[in-house]
């Protein structure tokens, strides 16, 4: 019997998981991740706002792999060798046939010890909810968010309602290395973006970096010192470092670079944040509808070839994206459509309610949004 490793239950390798289970073709599957819980990263700033419970993004992968008859194993890979087809945790070795490597992507510290040791990033729910306790602690004068991406915009935005709701006097500032917010959008968003975080009360440096960071003092690259400061890092995403090493072509990121059937070789597939597929001569974006797509074309991939018939060329469509912010003023282009206001936020809540793994989380998150709307 054939078996398949899945390394990471997030998005891409959760929903591969499922699907595969449902073939119910003879081949037994693994599901490794090194938590125990699967995290529905998009709703992680409103959890810092207050505006959803942190149970509600959490899914325990045990329990969905039970239900579909998955083989869970929680555990750290720490190495693959592709030769002799192995993966390593810290404590066992799982041999394989084939090999999906979903396991997502990271905040990036660009090597700096000073921010790796004294920033706070948002990876998973608790290191929302350390971002919420150190605010709430209130012993900080200033909170400086590293990055005007996607993240960093609607992370400040939260912080703002954090902030009101727990009647703080915490100046919020980002930074941006850039020249513009938000690089590579249309410039009426940017715009849009703009006024919304001076409405918010939320300054924004750009051609601006952190020069040095220690303990609570900044330094920024216009010789600016701000004391009493607690540093968020969004700018920069990486693959996990047990990737480093392995044996394939990869992108400044890590991500590793695929064929157009998302394979890296005959037997390793890679999809979702880890995977570098390139759609318009640019590597796709990190976004919740590729990893569920490439999830879906990677599954029929396995079985075309368990089965030897042909393979499947992913060919992503782009639905389009929302920058969420969190006084319900948001913006993006969906189906090719702009949008604004409260119809872009209220887009951008109905995509995670309809990604939202099994009916019950969904009411549940359709519950919290009503309630705390
Ligand atoms: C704050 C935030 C907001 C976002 N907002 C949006 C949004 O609004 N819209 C959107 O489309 N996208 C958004 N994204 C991006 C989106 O969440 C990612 O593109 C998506 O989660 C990628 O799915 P994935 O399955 O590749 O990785 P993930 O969902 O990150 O899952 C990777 C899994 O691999 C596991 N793993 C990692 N390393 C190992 C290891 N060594 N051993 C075992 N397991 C391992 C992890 O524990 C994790 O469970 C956001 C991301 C963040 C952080």
Same mark, same amino acid.
């Given at each position: 019997?054939?078996?398949?490793?899945?390394? @990471?239950?997030?998005?891409?390798?959760?929903?591969?998981?499922?699907?595969?289970?449902?073939?119910?073709?003879?081949?037994?599957?693994?599901?490794?991740?090194?938590?125990?819980?699967?995290?529905?990263?998009?709703?992680?700033?409103?959890?810092?706002?207050?505006?959803?419970?942190?149970?509600?993004?959490?899914?325990? +992968?045990?329990?969905?792999?039970?239900?579909?008859? +998955?083989?869970?194993?929680?555990?750290?890979?720490?190495? +693959?060798?592709?030769?002799?087809?192995?993966?390593?945790?810290?404590?066992?070795?799982?041999?394989?046939?084939?090999?999906?490597?979903?396991?997502?992507?990271?905040?990036?510290?660009?090597?700096?010890?000073?921010?790796?040791?004294?920033?706070?990033?948002?990876?998973?729910?608790?290191?929302?909810?350390?971002?919420?306790?150190?605010?709430?602690?209130?012993?900080?004068?200033?909170?400086?968010?590293? @990055?005007? @991406?996607?993240?960093?915009?609607?992370?400040?935005?939260?912080?703002?309602?954090?902030?009101?709701?727990?009647?703080?006097?915490?100046?919020?500032?980002?930074?941006?290395?850039?020249?513009?917010?938000?690089?590579?959008?249309?410039?009426?968003?940017?715009?849009?973006?703009?006024?919304?975080?001076?409405?918010?009360?939320?300054?924004?440096?750009?051609?601006?970096?952190?020069?040095?960071?220690?303990?609570?003092?900044?330094?920024?690259?216009?010789?600016?010192?701000?004391?009493?400061?607690?540093?968020?890092?969004?700018?920069?995403?990486?693959?996990?470092?047990?990737?480093?090493?392995?044996?394939?072509?990869?992108?400044?990121?890590?991500?590793?670079?695929?064929?157009?059937?998302?394979?890296?070789?005959?037997?390793?597939?890679? +999809?979702?944040?880890?995977?570098?597929?390139?759609?318009?001569?640019?590597?796709?974006?990190?976004?919740?509808?590729?990893?569920?797509?490439?999830?879906?074309?990677?599954?029929?991939?396995?079985?075309?070839?368990?089965? @030897?018939?042909?393979?499947?060329?992913?060919?992503?469509?782009?639905?389009?994206?929302?920058?969420?912010?969190?006084?319900?003023?948001?913006?993006?282009?969906?189906?090719?459509?702009?949008?604004?206001?409260?119809?872009?936020?209220?887009?951008?809540?109905?995509?995670?309610?309809?990604?939202?793994?099994?009916?019950?989380?969904?009411?549940?998150?359709?519950?919290?949004?009503?309630?705390?709307?």
């Amino acid at each position: 019997m054939k078996k398949i490793v899945i390394i @990471g239950a997030g998005f891409a390798g959760l929903s591969l998981a499922c699907r595969l289970s449902r073939y119910r073709v003879d081949y037994s599957l693994i599901l490794i991740d090194k938590r125990k819980k699967s995290c529905f990263l998009p709703l992680l700033p409103d959890v810092i706002s207050g505006y959803l419970p942190p149970e509600h993004l959490e899914y325990d +992968i045990a329990a969905i792999s039970k239900l579909q008859e +998955i083989d869970y194993l929680n555990e750290e890979v720490v190495r +693959i060798d592709t030769k002799e087809n192995v993966i390593f945790t810290a404590n066992s070795s799982v041999q394989y046939d084939f090999l999906v490597i979903a396991s997502g992507s990271e905040t990036n510290f660009f090597d700096n010890q000073q921010m790796e040791e004294n920033a706070f990033k948002l990876d998973c729910v608790q290191d929302a909810i350390s971002i919420v306790n150190a605010v709430k602690s209130n012993n900080y004068g200033c909170v400086i968010i590293v @990055g005007a @991406g996607y993240t960093g915009i609607e992370l400040a935005t939260s912080l703002r309602k954090l902030l009101t709701k727990n009647k703080l006097d915490i100046r919020l500032l980002i930074v941006e290395r850039e020249r513009q917010i938000l690089s590579g959008l249309e410039d009426w968003m940017r715009s849009y973006v703009l006024n919304n975080l001076v409405v918010m009360n939320i300054e924004v440096l750009t051609s601006c970096v952190i020069k040095e960071f220690k303990t609570k003092d900044v330094l920024l690259s216009d010789n600016n010192l701000i004391s009493n400061c607690m540093v968020i890092q969004t700018a920069g995403k990486k693959t996990p470092d047990f990737l480093d090493n392995i044996d394939f072509n990869k992108d400044n990121l890590g991500r590793i670079k695929v064929d157009r059937y998302l394979r890296a070789s005959e037997n390793c597939f890679v +999809i979702g944040d880890c995977a570098n597929f390139s759609y318009q001569e640019k590597a796709l974006r990190m976004a919740v509808q590729f990893s569920l797509s490439e999830a879906d074309i990677a599954a029929r991939n396995i079985i075309n070839t368990i089965y @030897g018939i042909k393979l499947y060329p992913y060919k992503p469509k782009d639905l389009g994206f929302i920058v969420p912010m969190a006084n319900w003023n948001s913006c993006g282009k969906v189906l090719s459509f702009n949008t604004q206001g409260k119809l872009a936020s209220l887009l951008h809540y109905a995509m995670c309610v309809y990604r939202t793994i099994g009916l019950r989380n969904k009411f549940n998150l359709i519950r919290s949004l009503v309630y705390n709307g």
